[in-house]
């Protein structure tokens, strides 16, 4: 078996949830594939006036609890399992967070770095003229996620509203404040992971505020992470990497000049006075926490083995492989799950869209009050499933008590519905 293959992970992870819950065998069948799986070539329009070919995959993974929900990536090793598996996360990331919404997915093969604005809005366009017919505010929602950005969302909502023939802000969220996005959706990713490590550090007994915290990432999730540690806990963050490497500092790293070495040289491994760390080396750290916020397989069983912190708080989609799930357990680390940690996105994407629909918009303070409520509502309730099953004389991980509450909940639908 390819161990590092998304979507076999995503299967192994739900099969092995279906068997400790004892999930009924039909139900288990139909959550095992996706509802809808569609790839397509999409023309661009290119600087030299050229033409070229992207491939683009928008899967729906399941609906039955509402509209599918979920991003669009834009990256360079994107392929048909990696959105299979996103899709598959997605599905579980709404259910735990009782939302109604199914999960889906998209992604486009391409190296952003390598492309100009004029050449990423022809992309962004392409992609609903060919994926449009597909999505709705009804049938299935896009958001921003790896490489996709609010100006993203704004062209694709732009060209979506014109094939329609009338404006349609509930189709795609994530959006600008100028298109009707929501307050507090740009770091909202970030935050819900912060309300996760607020109620985790108590359980694990760790004091915040001297806490010291390493971070993979500095994108649309590690980026805000940054600054929302300190700024929440006051706590030290001493590592961080991005795609080419990072940099470790006893005394902490200040988020200003990350800010500008990245601004200046494009990453954030030419920050001065510090020392060199690669991506490998960031899960050595002698750190209290550690926080994933890139993108998938990054812990494996390959590096578990060398993680020293006591938390490791998954911001990214799918960073642990589940042989790392299961020696960070053995090894009595907190491992708080990727759909229970990094839901505050589409929590808040979910708040978009109830305000497009109703033409009604709220304040900062009250996107964040329910973005609390609502994770710290999730937190509970894994930590309480845990619990549940301990005292049936059985000990899982958090990993596996989340997918068994949102298991309950799709399965429970389908089968209101007649799925089966
Ligand atoms: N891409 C984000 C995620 O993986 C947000 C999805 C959304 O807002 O629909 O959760």
């Given at each position: ?7 076999l ?8 949830a ?20 569609v ?32 991003g ?6 994107e392929?048909?399992n ?25 992604g ?45 969302m ?19 969220t ?23 490590l607020?109620?985790?550090?108590k ?18 999730a ?6 929302l ?42 920050y ?12 050595e ?72 629909i109703?033409g009604?918009?709220?304040t ?41 509450i ?15």
């Amino acid at each position: 078996m390819d161990e590092l293959n998304p979507f076999l992970i995503s299967q192994i992870q739900l099969d092995k949830a279906a068997e400790i819950m004892n999930l009924d065998k039909a139900a288990h069948a139909i959550l095992r594939e996706p509802m809808r799986t569609v790839e397509m070539q999409i023309p661009v329009k290119m600087r030299d006036n050229s033409t070229k070919l992207f491939t683009g995959f928008r899967v729906l993974y399941n609906n039955a609890r509402g509209p599918g929900k979920g991003g669009i990536r834009f990256h360079p090793q994107e392929n048909i399992n990696t959105v299979k598996a996103l899709s598959a996360w997605m599905t579980w990331k709404t259910a735990l967070a009782n939302i109604p919404y199914g999960g889906s997915k998209g992604g486009v093969v391409c190296d952003t770095k390598q492309m100009n604005d004029i050449e990423l809005e022809n992309l962004s366009r392409q992609y609903i003229r060919s994926f449009g017919s597909l999505l709705g505010p009804k049938t299935d929602i896009p958001a921003p996620d790896v490489y996709t950005t609010p100006q993203i969302m704004a062209w694709m909502d732009d060209e979506y509203s014109k094939l329609v023939g009338h404006n349609e802000f509930g189709m795609i969220t994530g959006k600008p404040l100028e298109l009707w996005g929501s307050e507090g959706r740009f770091d909202s990713t970030a935050l819900g992971g912060m309300y996760v490590l607020r109620e985790l550090s108590k359980l694990a007994g760790i004091d915040l505020k001297n806490a010291k915290i390493a971070i993979q990432g500095f994108g649309n999730a590690g980026n805000f992470a940054f600054s929302l540690v300190k700024k929440l806990f006051g706590s030290r963050i001493v590592a961080i990497t991005d795609s080419s490497g990072g940099v470790y500092s006893e005394q902490g790293l200040d988020y200003e000049k990350l800010q500008n070495t990245k601004k200046q040289t494009g990453t954030i491994a030419n920050y001065e006075n510090a020392e060199k760390i690669t991506n490998e080396q960031l899960f050595e750290i002698d750190a209290d926490i550690i926080i994933p916020a890139a993108i998938e397989n990054q812990i494996t069983k390959q590096n578990a083995d060398k993680i020293k912190a006591k938390i490791v708080l998954e911001l990214a989609n799918g960073p642990v492989t589940p042989e790392a799930n299961d020696i960070l357990f053995e090894k009595n680390i907190y491992d708080a799950p990727d759909f229970l940690v990094n839901s505050g996105g589409v929590i808040v994407s979910y708040f978009e869209w109830v305000q497009n629909i109703n033409g009604y918009y709220w304040t900062e303070d009250e996107v964040y009050k329910k973005l609390d409520a609502i994770m710290t509502k999730s937190f509970n309730d894994v930590i309480n499933t845990q619990k549940k099953y301990q005292d049936k004389s059985r000990k899982i991980d958090m990993r596996s008590a989340a997918y068994i509450i949102a298991l309950e909940r799709v399965a429970a639908t389908m089968k209101i519905r007649g799925w089966y």
